[in-house]
């Protein structure tokens, strides 16, 4: 494809700028894959890779995808060596009432206990070491201390037959965890492609003008400043130039966010992969390679998304002070019965039960499974969850950005008013109508959409020609008819009534006005349509007192009446696609916690400069790429929805780490031993059950989350 070339073009030009990020990127996912190969620092990873750069981005995806496989794999072949392991466990059949035991039994369950131990404990274990490495203990530490320690003493058990082995607490410590590993990776892979639909947008092949005015296809990777290049109708520009000759509208809004097609004429500076209308442009290449501006898009994309914090997961603390825990009252617990004078046998099982309760089963799921339903509920509602980490910390969030065209509006033009001039609303409705049938002009587009709407009958229409940044002209029923713009109007000295179509403008409409015979029948207005939905949006976020900010690349007339009309009291406007990503970074400097609502190219480095990327699924690919949320209706109300997702599942998450490990508070105590001079003991068998039935809780718990 011409776009698979051009991506190896622009990769190329863009090579010197991020040669050194990307061979450090390829580095640190090889130390990653040596430290980690099944996920010790997965989630840590995702956040700095999630939006990476374009050519280092479907490694890291590979990458990703193969530890969420190798996860999988390793969760059901440990789960076959699981289910032997629990049969040959004499606590377990003790638990069943049941009598299983045959000679050297307990040698084939350390054998299959091993194999489990290595296979599938290694990605905790390997995780556990880069942890220390770094003097993090998180998740992996506490996991692979609570499973060398069940592996270490059930394999002296089984040797010395000094006590009773924590095989099979080894074993399904280790699946769930697995499976927990497994659901969360699943739960969050995504990967961002926003530099790769970035360079999409440009064409591979220009219209060279040589010197004789022939025009020679060449690749635009071989266009050299100050060339001329000929762009025809309803053609892409391949590269930023300045016209020197002809005269089109040009739709930017790809680009730029500015929802009218701009006339561009000698002179003009032009965007490499804005769509060039009707007329036909001769330009001079102005800048080339990195200098572009959709090369500066994502130069500011890149630096946006490397700006990032990360937010460390709950599960992680959580995990963090069980392993301490763990390890001091492992420790104690040893220590004072030894001490007490009870023999090796009994302090050590006392120790070990301790450390092995101190890492619950169900903290392994706390997170995970709530994650996993939470994004279900999102997928239902039109809400991708693409970045869990800032998903998460859309609670906090105290103030929310809208990009105005696509976002807050339609971004199709629509007929708001229409004022007839000696003939009537319809004859002039319909005479516009059959007229701008023939276009394919976003304004046309309104027009016929209104006419359609009103069920008009198409009249015949002849000689239609297109006025070059100025409307169109055709015959009916042998009159003349133009519909036309204000430029054309003033140029030809046809009075029409100015306080009227002030009036219209001041309210950032689009005007046109229709000619019979060169004489003024009609003047129609149209507007970018503020969504019914949006309105809704603004006054629930007030009332949950989060601000709505409009940020837009259209005029302060245009973006005032708008605000106006949605109660949006805070709009910046006239905003250049460069500096919109400042605009967030000036919020967030202030304290703020900000969301980007968009759908263009230039929303892209705003919505990764932002805590909370929101893209409307009508945009952009790059928009919805680089966002952290993606909403498919892409309806502004959901912008509420995503919020109160995000405080429900924040809700659900402490609740389940409450109940993952609230209840060592009062086991760990009862298994050490504290109080056996009482009778009361929790034995392995007992803590098992526990952990079993937080584990149950933690899973129904999750299954209740819902959006208020």
């Not at 940044?469 to 015959?475: D, R």
């Not at 709009?571 to 919020?587: F, G, Q, T």
């Not at 056996?676 to 079993?692: E, H, R």
Request: hydrophobic share 45%.
């Amino acid at each position: 494809m011409k776009e698979d070339k051009m991506n190896k073009r622009m990769e190329h030009d863009a090579h010197d700028s991020v040669s050194h990020e990307e061979e450090h990127a390829g580095t640190g996912q090889e130390e990653h894959h040596e430290s980690n190969e099944n996920g010790s620092e997965h989630e840590e990873h995702h956040s700095q890779g999630k939006k990476h750069n374009g050519s280092g981005h479907d490694d890291h995806h590979d990458h990703h995808a193969m530890m969420v496989e190798d996860f999988r794999r390793r969760f059901f072949i440990s789960l076959v060596i699981t289910v032997p392991i629990l049969v040959l466990s004499p606590m377990i059949q003790m638990f069943l009432g049941v009598d299983w035991r045959f000679t050297g039994d307990s040698y084939l369950l350390f054998a299959l206990s091993t194999v489990l131990y290595i296979y599938g404990g290694k990605p905790f274990l390997t995780g556990a070491k880069d942890e220390l490495k770094k003097k993090e203990p998180g998740m992996m530490t506490l996991i692979a201390f609570a499973i060398t320690v069940a592996y270490i003493y059930s394999t002296v058990a089984v040797f010395t037959k000094i006590g009773s082995d924590f095989f099979w607490e080894l074993a399904t410590l280790i699946v769930i965890m697995l499976l927990g590993h497994w659901i969360e990776m699943k739960s969050v892979m995504s990967a961002s492609r926003a530099l790769d639909e970035l360079l999409k947008l440009m064409p591979e092949e220009a219209h060279l003008l040589d010197e004789h005015g022939e025009t020679v296809d060449v690749p635009v990777k071989e266009l050299k400043e100050k060339d001329e290049v000929l762009v025809k109708p309803g053609e892409k520009i391949p590269i930023d130039g300045i016209v020197y000759e002809g005269k089109s509208e040009v739709n930017e809004s790809m680009i730029t966010g500015e929802s009218v097609p701009v006339v561009k004429a000698d002179g003009d500076e032009i965007i490499g992969g804005a769509i060039n209308g009707e007329g036909i442009l001769k330009f001079r290449v102005s800048h080339v390679g990195e200098d572009t501006f959709l090369s500066q898009v994502i130069k500011l994309v890149k630096e946006a998304q490397e700006s990032r914090s990360r937010t460390q997961r709950l599960a992680d603390i959580a995990a963090k002070w069980l392993f301490y825990i763990a390890s001091v009252s492992g420790i104690l617990t040893f220590t004072v019965w030894m001490l007490l004078g009870r023999e090796i046998s009994f302090a050590m099982e006392r120790a070990v039960t301790v450390i092995i309760i101190s890492c619950p089963h169900a903290l392994g799921l706390a997170t995970p499974l709530v994650t996993a339903v939470s994004t279900s509920i999102g997928a239902k509602r039109g809400l991708l969850i693409r970045d869990r980490n800032a998903f998460e910390s859309a609670r906090k969030l105290d103030a929310v950005v809208f990009d105005k065209t696509g976002t807050l509006t339609e971004g199709e033009f629509g007929v708001t008013d229409i004022k007839a001039v000696g003939r009537t609303e319809e004859e002039v409705m319909n005479i516009a109508y059959s007229v701008e049938s023939n276009s394919e002009h976003p304004i046309a587009r309104g027009i016929v959409r209104e006419g359609k709407e009103r069920s008009m009958k198409l009249s015949d229409v002849t000689d239609y020609r297109n006025i070059p940044g100025q409307g169109l002209q055709a015959k009916m029923d042998g009159r003349d008819i133009m519909v036309v713009s204000p430029g054309y109007i003033r140029e030809e000295n046809i009075s029409f009534d100015e306080e009227y179509y002030e009036h219209l403008a001041e309210q950032g409409k689009t005007v046109v006005f229709v000619l019979e015979d060169r004489k003024l029948i009609g003047i129609i207005a149209l507007s970018d349509m503020v969504r019914e939905s949006a309105k809704e949006a603004v006054r629930v976020l007030k009332s949950m007192n989060i601000e709505s900010i409009m940020l837009t690349g259209d005029n302060r007339k245009v973006a005032s009446f708008v605000g106006k009309e949605l109660g949006i009291d805070e709009i910046i406007s006239e905003v250049l696609p460069n500096e919109k990503a400042d605009k967030i970074d000036a919020l967030i400097r202030q304290g703020r916690k900000v969301a980007m609502t968009g759908d263009g190219v230039n929303d892209a480095p705003a919505l990764a400069k932002a805590d909370l990327g929101i893209a409307v699924g009508a945009g952009t690919d790059v928009a919805i790429e680089t966002a952290d949320i993606i909403l498919v209706k892409s309806n502004p109300l959901d912008v509420v929805n995503i919020i109160k997702l995000s405080k429900a599942t924040y809700r659900k998450m402490i609740q389940n780490l409450i109940w993952a490990t609230g209840y060592n508070v009062i086991a760990l105590p009862l298994a050490a031993g504290v109080l056996i001079n009482q009778g009361i003991v929790i034995s392995p068998a007992l803590g098992a059950m526990l952990m079993s039935l937080s584990t149950v809780i933690v899973a129904i718990n999750a299954r209740f989350l819902k959006i208020d």
